[in-house]
């Protein structure tokens, strides 16, 4: 296996509070995804909902996931003016999130 050399992905899973409005939802999405044109480190930056058919998901309904060039990067994104004060704002509107920062690995068989 060949994990990615410095490249690290910062994906968040969000189960937003039981109230807020989809409206209020896509205000949140579009401020999350400015991010990339304030924070030169955030290189990427993706997002959707829950589509599996598993019923796994444990209540989050929405991922976000940003890219980065090394984990020192992610670390001045979360550091960053911009970032925490996207955090402030949206902090408010989840009942519960969950953060992964990974290294994509390549297999080859």
Do not use: C
């Not at 296996?1 to 949140?28: D, N, P, Y």
């Not at 829950?50 to 796994?56: C, P």
Request: hydrophobic share 45%; glycine share 4%.
């Amino acid at each position: 296996m060949e994990e990615a050399k410095g490249v690290v992905k910062h994906v968040l899973l969000a189960k937003f509070k039981e109230g807020v409005t989809e409206s209020e939802i896509e205000q949140l999405i579009r401020g999350f995804a400015n991010l990339v044109n304030l924070i030169d480190p955030m290189e990427s930056f993706h997002w959707g909902n829950d589509v599996s058919i598993e019923n796994l998901h444990q209540g989050f309904t929405h991922i976000f996931e940003s890219s980065f060039k090394s984990s020192e990067a992610v670390a001045e994104y979360l550091a960053h003016p911009a970032h925490v004060d996207f955090a402030n704002l949206f902090r408010p509107h989840v009942e519960k999130v969950l953060v992964f920062d990974y290294k994509p690995t390549t297999v080859r068989v």
